[in-house]
């Protein structure tokens, strides 16, 4: 029988030991039988269990507390050792930063990303939000409005804003992925705001984006916040661009 008929050959991928530590890790996790607050053996106890040495195992815990899976605690006893979390961590938002600026997505990627995941946000604020998201998002917008703010702390504010809007929607996985973005872009929209010629006259019109915006989710209008929201993103690329930043079409 020729090799064709029982299909292609692949190439033996050669497996790192700190590798093979994670998958067995990440099979547990899979299979529920790790959780949340879970405590891995000791690093002693799961060498021996693995038969593997203590620097790969340390290593494949390493990158696991990168991505934010586990927190490594030092010291022995109940508050020692490799607890599994339960909240997600900052490791998706480090890792997107870093490939945003190894230029592995373009900035075309980003707005229509950006525009699409806020839409749907607004869209589902409108409808889902309550009187308490609306004074909290209210409470973001008078902090804005403050003339001793600098370009970086209208940024931080900026983001909280559009973070709390996705908190609205009562999605936490939609929030998460808000948060990600933005602090995966907060550098290059810093640079920006600092290198306009007048941020404030630009931060001035953001802010009246931006109470338009919480208008129409109050008023329950999810088309109307959707286009203001498109609007709001694109508008501030067009702008920056005029002004010559290169910049993300972001906003």
């Known amino acids: 029988m020729s090799s064709d008929s029982q299909g292609a050959w692949e190439p033996v991928r050669k497996i790192r030991t700190y590798e093979q530590v994670m998958a067995q890790i990440e099979q547990r996790i899979l299979d529920g039988f790790l959780r949340p607050g879970d405590r891995l053996p000791s690093e002693r106890d799961l060498s021996q269990l693995l038969g593997v040495s203590r620097p790969s ?27 599994f979390v339960g909240t997600p961590g900052e490791g998706f938002a480090n890792l997107l930063k ?16 950006r525009v699409f995941l806020e839409e749907w946000v607004v869209g589902e604020a409108a409808r889902r939000s309550t009187p308490d998201d609306h004074a909290r998002l209210r409470k973001i917008l008078d902090q804005m409005d403050g003339p001793g703010l600098t370009a970086r702390d209208f940024n931080r504010l900026d983001t909280e804003f559009h973070v709390a809007m996705a908190q609205a929607t009562g999605n936490a996985l939609g929030a998460y992925l808000m948060s990600s973005l933005r602090t995966a872009i907060h550098r290059r929209m810093i640079e920006v705001y600092e290198g306009l010629a007048d941020w404030r006259e630009t931060a001035t019109t953001v802010r009246q984006e931006h109470r338009a915006i919480l208008d129409a989710i109050e008023r329950q209008d999810p088309d109307r916040a959707a286009a203001l929201v498109r609007h709001h993103i694109t508008s501030f690329y067009d702008t920056t661009s005029t002004a010559g930043q290169v910049v993300p079409r972001t906003g």
Request: overall charge negative; hydrophobic content about 40%; charged content about 25%.
């Open 57 to 83: 195992l340390r290593e494949a815990l390493r990158v696991l507390e990168a991505l934010g899976v586990v927190e490594v605690r030092s010291g022995g006893g109940p508050d020692g050792g490799s607890v």
């Open 98 to 113: 870093l490939q945003l600026a190894l230029g592995h997505f373009s900035n075309d990627d980003v707005v229509r990303t």
